[in-house]
């Protein structure tokens, strides 16, 4: 059976997992994610590849010492999207602007045709992509800029790592906002918008596909196959997505940080009012209609940090299957994306005074809440805008442990909620698929059973939605 070193990037921390074909985790490593302030914006962060590189290489030393009888046959790698690696022209990693990185927000304004933008690539016109980072980085350290030679997303710069070898993904340059969602490439329009010089864009190339083979030195020193190849990952969304099984027809969501809420066409989707992204599936093959209520699991981990580190989530989730009434709303969830509206109010609406059999837990309950009724907000106005008449929802992403969670969102969309068995994994067993797929690994078939959630009427979350809409808008002033 083939093994894969697999390194999947996240926003808040990075992993490095051993698997076998069958997508089992031998061993795993996660470290969390180090950013630096640059206080010559208002807001704007980078991280250090030298720091990050030592990390993951550790990582991927420890896992493979660990098992010494087995010998991987590839590696890959996903990563956060938005979020790149800046190589200059003696052949090094020098810098890295993550999705948190908003360098670009000043210098929007100065970008012509942000209608065009959009047409072209199917993002608004903000400082979120690629294109703004750069333009930000450009306008206040131009000889920084200068430096640049080639840019890669974070999944594409670990195959550079180990191959030493340029290329980037499909879904990844599609979060640049410099490639051209129709004609599937680099488009010379959008960096002129922006004054970005296209000589820094790397080759295309399609997930599953081998980047080239391991350098000799990492192959001996982690005792790799001699044959051992990078295989292309992307984006980490596209490749979670591919845990689920999704079809052209299907809705899904990826639930985690963010929770996009996605459905697959074949052809590309274009809207006059721009109230959904269209992200490029992987290879280029197919499109996925995209919204998003912004940040919604880590509002959940960090309340529950906050206000119950001593009761374990197991417990939290017993007490919320005996919960018969609410005694808070809450708001955190950070976009109302169909209004392109950054939603920057937030908190908890309690009535008065306050009722005595309130308690912390009921905090916790109103946040997860939140983020059931964010997302199936977002997921009510994909389907209307794109017709997707689909009766069940797939599931994926660690955030969708969380049973209450599951039940939840059934209950408001009034579909199933279908959860495949690995689905807290997905980016994981996604590129365990790709291997498989390059390698012509054939897997062993399990008996897969999805984890089901039905929908069921005159729950407690259908009482608390137009409460919580209704606090929602009062807050952010929404008519």
Same mark, same amino acid.
């Given at each position: 059976m083939k093994h894969y070193l697999l390194v999947d990037l996240g926003t808040g921390n990075s992993r490095v997992a051993l698997v076998d074909a069958n997508g089992a985790i031998l061993g795993l490593r996660t470290y969390t994610n180090v950013y630096h302030r640059d206080s010559a914006y208002e807001d704007a962060q980078y991280f250090l590849p030298e720091e990050w590189a030592p990390l993951l290489l550790q990582g991927c030393r420890e896992l493979c010492g660990e098992h010494p009888d087995v010998r991987i046959d590839a590696i890959s790698a996903a990563g956060a999207r938005q979020s790149f690696v800046l190589l200059n022209h003696a052949g090094e990693a020098f810098l890295g602007l993550p999705n948190i990185d908003n360098r670009g927000r000043d210098y929007m304004a100065r970008v012509p045709e942000h209608d065009e933008i959009y047409r072209i690539s199917g993002k608004w016109a903000t400082e979120d992509f690629g294109a703004a980072k750069l333009l930000g980085l450009r306008q206040m350290y131009p000889e920084r800029y200068q430096e640049v030679e080639t840019v890669l997303s974070l999944s594409e710069w670990i195959g550079w790592i180990f191959t030493g070898r340029r290329a980037m993904e499909y879904s990844q340059a599609c *979060?640049?906002?410099? !490639? +051209?969602?129709? /004609? @599937?490439? =680099?488009?010379? $329009?959008?960096?002129?918008?922006? #004054?970005?010089?296209?000589?820094?864009?790397?080759?295309?190339?399609?997930?599953?596909?081998?980047?080239?083979?391991?350098?000799?030195?990492?192959?001996?020193?982690?005792?790799?196959?001699?044959?051992?190849?990078?295989?292309?990952?992307?984006?980490?969304?596209?490749?979670?997505?591919?845990?689920?099984?999704?079809?052209?027809?299907?809705?899904?969501?990826?639930?985690?940080?963010?929770?996009?809420?996605?459905?697959?066409? *074949?052809?590309?989707? !274009? +809207?006059?009012? /721009? @109230?959904? =992204?269209?992200? $490029?599936?992987?290879?280029?093959? #197919?499109?996925?209609?995209?919204?998003?209520?912004?940040?919604?699991?880590?509002?959940?981990?960090?309340?529950?940090?906050?206000?119950?580190?001593?009761?374990?989530?197991?417990?939290?989730?017993?007490?919320?299957?005996?919960?018969?009434?609410?005694?808070?709303?809450?708001?955190?969830?950070?976009?109302?994306?169909?209004?392109?509206?950054?939603?920057?109010?937030?908190?908890?609406?309690?009535?008065?005074?306050?009722?005595? *059999?309130?308690?912390?837990? +009921?905090?916790?309950?109103?946040?997860?809440?939140?983020?059931?009724?964010?997302?199936?907000?977002?997921?009510?106005?994909?389907?209307?805008?794109?017709?997707?008449?689909?009766?069940?929802?797939?599931?994926?992403?660690?955030?969708?442990?969380?049973?209450?969670?599951?039940?939840?969102?059934a209950d408001l969309s009034g579909r199933e909620l279908r959860l495949r068995p690995g689905f807290r994994q997905a980016t994981v067993q996604g590129l365990t698929a790709l291997c498989n797929d390059c390698l012509g690994e054939i897997p062993v078939k399990q008996g897969e059973t999805p984890q089901i959630y039905r929908p069921r009427e005159g729950q407690l979350i259908h009482r608390y939605e137009p409460e919580w809409r209704e606090n929602r808008n009062l807050a952010n002033g929404i008519g």
């Amino acid at each position: 059976m083939k093994h894969y070193l697999l390194v999947d990037l996240g926003t808040g921390n990075s992993r490095v997992a051993l698997v076998d074909a069958n997508g089992a985790i031998l061993g795993l490593r996660t470290y969390t994610n180090v950013y630096h302030r640059d206080s010559a914006y208002e807001d704007a962060q980078y991280f250090l590849p030298e720091e990050w590189a030592p990390l993951l290489l550790q990582g991927c030393r420890e896992l493979c010492g660990e098992h010494p009888d087995v010998r991987i046959d590839a590696i890959s790698a996903a990563g956060a999207r938005q979020s790149f690696v800046l190589l200059n022209h003696a052949g090094e990693a020098f810098l890295g602007l993550p999705n948190i990185d908003n360098r670009g927000r000043d210098y929007m304004a100065r970008v012509p045709e942000h209608d065009e933008i959009y047409r072209i690539s199917g993002k608004w016109a903000t400082e979120d992509f690629g294109a703004a980072k750069l333009l930000g980085l450009r306008q206040m350290y131009p000889e920084r800029y200068q430096e640049v030679e080639t840019v890669l997303s974070l999944s594409e710069w670990i195959g550079w790592i180990f191959t030493g070898r340029r290329a980037m993904e499909y879904s990844q340059a599609c *979060e640049s906002q410099l !490639y +051209d969602i129709s /004609q @599937r490439n =680099w488009s010379q $329009a959008l960096c002129s918008f922006y #004054g970005l010089n296209p000589a820094i864009l790397p080759p295309l190339q399609a997930a599953g596909t081998v980047v080239g083979p391991i350098l000799e030195t990492f192959r001996r020193e982690l005792h790799l196959a001699e044959d051992a190849v990078f295989v292309m990952g992307g984006a980490d969304t596209q490749i979670a997505l591919l845990q689920t099984h999704i079809r052209p027809g299907d809705i899904a969501v990826v639930s985690g940080t963010t929770s996009p809420v996605i459905t697959e066409v *074949e052809q590309k989707f !274009y +809207d006059r009012e /721009q @109230r959904v =992204w269209t992200d $490029a599936g992987l290879g280029a093959e #197919g499109y996925q209609v995209e919204m998003n209520p912004g940040v919604t699991g880590l509002n959940y981990q960090r309340i529950k940090e906050q206000l119950c580190p001593d009761i374990p989530y197991e417990e939290l989730e017993g007490i919320y299957r005996e919960k018969t009434r609410f005694h808070s709303t809450a708001s955190f969830s950070s976009l109302l994306f169909y209004q392109r509206r950054a939603l920057r109010r937030g908190g908890f609406f309690m009535r008065a005074p306050l009722a005595a *059999e309130a308690e912390r837990t +009921d905090l916790v309950w109103a946040v997860l809440a939140d983020i059931a009724c964010s997302i199936h907000e977002q997921l009510q106005y994909l389907a209307r805008l794109t017709g997707n008449q689909s009766p069940y929802i797939l599931g994926c992403g660690g955030g969708f442990q969380s049973e209450a969670l599951c039940q939840m969102l059934a209950d408001l969309s009034g579909r199933e909620l279908r959860l495949r068995p690995g689905f807290r994994q997905a980016t994981v067993q996604g590129l365990t698929a790709l291997c498989n797929d390059c390698l012509g690994e054939i897997p062993v078939k399990q008996g897969e059973t999805p984890q089901i959630y039905r929908p069921r009427e005159g729950q407690l979350i259908h009482r608390y939605e137009p409460e919580w809409r209704e606090n929602r808008n009062l807050a952010n002033g929404i008519g």
